[in-house]
């Protein structure tokens, strides 16, 4: 069988000893490259003043990190521009933030070039390269046009847009044609499945577009099993496979962490209050603001409650060179201090907000001391944070997720989440109040129902089935 060769923007690169980092697709997919052979190529996170020299190169057992530098024109166009405030707010549903300059636009695929053109020397005829996400749509079609013709795979980790929103993105064109260079493309849901055919069939470029047993394409709940599609004069598959979490492994950090220093004194410190927790990076698709409304029209329709709860949002910065993050920032320290100005009392801060990182450990700890995971997106391709707590839970007393139906997640999580819309604070303000005050017995059931479908489809079994898929091809076609 012949080596895998990861791509994407960011690598995680393993410690000292040789251990990759701690989240769970950055292990299965080491386990996948480990297995036989490879190599993960990305982008180093330095910046350079003029242009980037070679890539560094870093072995470790059968893997080698091959790393590149970026000039900061590259990582302001590239990163910051053309993904960060086109592609990202666009497949996120937010045309109004949508910032199109035709420079930025010409970093992205300039960085697609840099990085096809470092690839190919290190190709090999049966290695089989998978990329991952939206910084790197293009990447195939740079290499087709370099005479590769190996399979190639590309897993889009967030959604993909209905195409009247896709459609008003500059280059929308090029970049959904780009795509038929994959042998397969892998989406989270297959609402995003569906989006996506839908706009090979408005753009008229899907010539032939068959469901997996062999008629009009089928959309339901076919995770993994996709269609076969014919369109600007190639043949691939495309289908859904939700991203999993390392669910045991995760239960099992949780379980150990309770009785710990920081999760412990956090417990100390609740002083029998009930714990809500929200856990995102500070980013607008994650209805962190809606969310404190939310929490707030709750406080305000249960008085009696107030006191007994405490929220706890932890938000660590992410992006902060793209304008629409910095303003985030201060918008929710704002709006964390009006809510805690309005309802506080001298005993009592409603919402706790800490803006930065938190070790995996400790995250799985809080998330267990929860008695409510608060998983609000208004878009998301299908959220960790959500199978996370759900994971994280005991089960002989386990919290209640509160999900957004806009979250990837909610189409496994049907009938253990409580299901909100975050754009209805009324709505949003009773879902918390139905988990804080569901019984043991459904508390647990929901748990059960969620657990087991996450236990059966771990990321080792996400890996798996795109790998499978992928080095089967299109020969069903
Ligand atoms: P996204 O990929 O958009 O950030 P996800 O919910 O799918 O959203 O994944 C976020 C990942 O980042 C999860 O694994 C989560 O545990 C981690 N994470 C989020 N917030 C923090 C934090 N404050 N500290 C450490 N890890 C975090
Ligand atoms: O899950 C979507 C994603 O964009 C990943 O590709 C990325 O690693 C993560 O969110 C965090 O974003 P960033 O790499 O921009 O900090």
Known sequence: MGRLIVVSNRVPVPDRNGNPPAGGLAVAVHAALQSDGGIWMGWSGETTEGEPGPPTVRQEGNISYVLSDLSQTDVDEYYNGFANRVLWPIFHLRLDLAEYARREMAGYFRVNRLFAERLVP????????????????????????????????????????PADIMFAMPIYDTILRSLASYDLIGFQTDYDLENFIGCLRREGCGDQIRGPDGGDIAVGNNTGAGSWI??????????????????????????????????RDMRRS????????????????????????????FLQNNPDDRERVTMLQVAPKSRSDVPEYRAMQDAIATQCGQVNGRHGTINWVPIRYVNRSLSRAILAGLYREARVGLVTPLRDGMNLVAKEFVAAQDPEDPGVLVLSRF??????????????????????????????????????????????????????????????????????A
């Not at 998978?130 to 005479?147: F, N, Q, S």
């Not at 495309?238 to 009785?259: E, M, Q």
């Not at 049907?414 to 019984?439: E, H, K, R």
């Open 122 to 161: 290190m190709i090999q005829p049966d290695d089989v390269i998978w990329v991952h996400d939206y910084h790197l749509i293009p990447l195939a079609d740079e290499l087709r046009k370099r005479g590769v013709t190996n399979r190639i795979g590309f897993f889009l980790h967030i959604p993909w847009p």
């Open 270 to 297: 609740l002083e029998g209050r009930a714990l809500i927790i929200g856990v995102d990076r500070l980013d607008y698709s994650k209805g962190i603001a809606q969310r404190i409304d939310a929490y707030e029209r």
């Open 230 to 263: 014919r369109a600007c004069g190639r043949d691939f598959a495309a289908a859904a496979f939700p991203i999993g979490i390392d669910t045991a492994r995760f239960a099992s950090l949780a379980a150990r962490v309770t009785a710990r220093g920081q999760v």
């Open 407 to 476: 979250a990837g997640a909610a189409r496994e999580l049907a009938g253990g989440a409580v299901f909100c819309n975050p754009y209805d604070t009324d709505q949003t303000a009773s879902a918390i109040a139905q988990a804080l005050s569901m019984p043991l017995a459904e508390r647990q059931e929901r748990w059960q129902r969620m657990m087991g479908r996450l236990l059966d489809y771990d990321i080792t079994h996400w890996c798996r089935d795109f790998m499978t898929a992928l080095r089967q091809g299109t020969d069903r």
